[in-house]
């Protein structure tokens, strides 16, 4: 029969947030455990795949310390494409792209400790390496991006004490008679064990990889899309936190999907990073999007694509046979923006959009109609000036549906398209916390003792789109205050205990 385990703080996950929150409860000194539900194999979630943590800063200044011996032209380079993301920019663009939705509290709190734990995270030993890159959508990516990051938060997590249980999935909390959470059931290769513990960080992400629970939330067709990421994130710890009284908030309708290529896999594990390239198909911003019908569905450049790309996937997923065609002429690949990824993606390239569309089964007259309209359209006293960075406000004149930046013709052979569908990365919805503390709240209007939360499993935050690197932000925001918070509160319940 397998044996209970009692640790301090017991942390739910092992994504960035999970391990993150393992850090900060280690910096207190308490004995951590780390229930993982992949094999070690396959550990580290999606955050395994990410690039970037998009955070506040008031001048390049601010990065110097987070790199690695930085170059004049590299500093150069940063000051002429963002030399400032303040406070205000970053609360801007947050409310903007969810709508003016997201939850107040938590974003002046993400905002506010952005930078903070930025350097907290530094001070680890993670650096940042500048981005300039025709897929940037920050100035800094993370050095050997979410791989690396997590890579080194294993090896901080063991060198500090920390206990990993792979193969292990939550199922249920443990409780005693006043409401406190005092551990978890888990399911574990030899049968069901126990895990006390005097505090819980729940931090296992959303139910992007539930079939199930993405029909249900997001809606029709949702069931069939692909996930960018693990398959083992399927919403087992909202589950287990709604089964007692914790608070549903914000947007279950809604999620980070993006244009990938049609061969995206049904879902992609850590061992694979590196392998197969990048599926991201993000050229949209400089190209038009068209379904099979060849009409135009959305305005491909309302704003910067690291502000649109999370909300895509929705448009796409709702055209015929949840698939879409990037149409660009070879204009675009002298813009300098054009990424490597393409030469490998599912497309094909003619010398007239006739024959394009033939090979694609695109409605042929329809595309042709749909191209000479946005040709018409294209102000002619204006010249298109792509890039990852700042809106040209050149837009079409007269069109139902506008494309409001980077409008250029496509009239000069050859003409290219790439297949994309939707692939979902994360789920919005999920428990509300104290935004100050992460503590996790009940539907009576208290927190429930003993539980903490951070990462794609606390909802309020995004709310049908986001900005890149906010994701990762929020994690290991929230992670550093719930890990803290947990272990602070198992330290004053009692001494700390060793790992048993």
């Known amino acids: 029969m397998a044996k209970d385990y009692t640790y301090d703080v017991l942390v739910i996950g092992a994504g960035n947030a999970a391990l993150t929150s393992a850090l900060a409860a280690l910096d207190q000194g308490v004995s951590v455990g780390i229930l993982e539900k992949a094999p070690k194999k396959e550990r580290g979630g999606n955050s395994m795949f990410t690039g970037h943590m998009r955070f506040a800063y008031d001048s390049v200044d601010q990065l110097k310390p987070l790199m690695a011996n930085p170059t004049n032209a590299e500093i150069d380079k940063i000051n002429e494409l963002l030399p400032a993301h303040t406070k205000d920019d970053l609360t801007e663009l947050i409310m903007r792209v969810t709508d003016y939705r997201s939850d107040q509290e938590m974003l002046e709190v993400h905002v506010e400790e952005s930078y903070n734990t930025i350097n907290w995270l530094a001070s680890k030993g993670h650096r940042w390496v500048p981005n300039f890159g025709p897929r940037a959508q920050f100035v800094l990516s993370m050095d050997g991006g979410g791989h690396g990051l997590q890579s080194r938060n294993f090896g901080y997590v063991e060198a500090a004490g920390g206990n990993f249980h792979y193969e292990t999935s939550a199922t249920n909390f443990l409780q005693d008679d006043t409401g406190r959470v005092t551990g978890v059931r888990a399911l574990t290769p030899d049968g069901y064990v126990n895990f006390h513990a005097k505090s819980v960080v729940l931090a296992c992400g959303g139910f992007e990889a539930n079939a199930e629970m993405r029909a249900r939330y997001l809606g029709h067709n949702w069931d069939t899309v692909h996930v960018r990421g693990v398959p083992f994130n399927t919403g087992d710890g909202i589950r287990m936190a709604l089964d007692i009284g914790a608070m549903p908030h914000g ?20 061992s694979q990073v590196g392998e197969g390239g990048h599926m991201s198909r993000y050229m949209y911003t400089f190209s038009i999007m068209v379904n099979s019908d060849g009409e135009r569905f959305v305005d491909e450049a309302s704003d910067l694509r690291s502000a649109t790309y999370a909300k895509m996937g929705r448009a796409i997923i709702q055209q015929p046979g949840g698939v879409a065609y990037q149409i660009m002429d070879a204009k675009v690949r002298r813009t300098g923006l054009f990424p490597s990824s393409y030469e490998h993606a599912s497309s094909a390239k003619a010398d007239t959009l006739e024959k394009l569309a033939e090979i694609f089964d695109i409605d042929a007259k329809r595309l042709v ?28 004149e007269g069109l139902p549906l506008p494309k409001s930046n980077f409008a250029m013709t496509i009239d000069e052979a050859p003409f290219e398209a ?19 503390t992460g503590k996790v709240q009940h539907v009576s209007g208290r927190a429930i003792p003993g539980l903490w939360a951070a990462g794609e499993l606390v909802g309020g935050l995004f709310h049908g789109s986001y900005a890149s690197g906010s ?20 330290l004053e319940m009692a001494p700390a205990v060793a790992a048993q």
């Open 418 to 436: 790439y297949i994309v569908r939707a692939g979902i990365t994360f789920t919005f919805g999920g428990v509300k916390i104290e935004p100050k």
């Open 369 to 396: 109609r749909t191209v000479n309209e946005f040709n018409a359209a294209v102000p002619k006293d204006q010249e298109a000036k792509p890039s990852a960075y700042a809106l040209d406000g050149v837009s079409t």
């Open 471 to 490: 994701g990762m932000m929020a994690g290991a925001n929230w992670g550093r205050i719930s890990g803290t918070g947990a272990a602070k509160a198992a």
């Open 251 to 270: 947007s279950w309708s809604t999620c980070h999907a993006s244009p990938q290529d049609y061969e995206l896999p049904k879902f992609k594990l850590p």
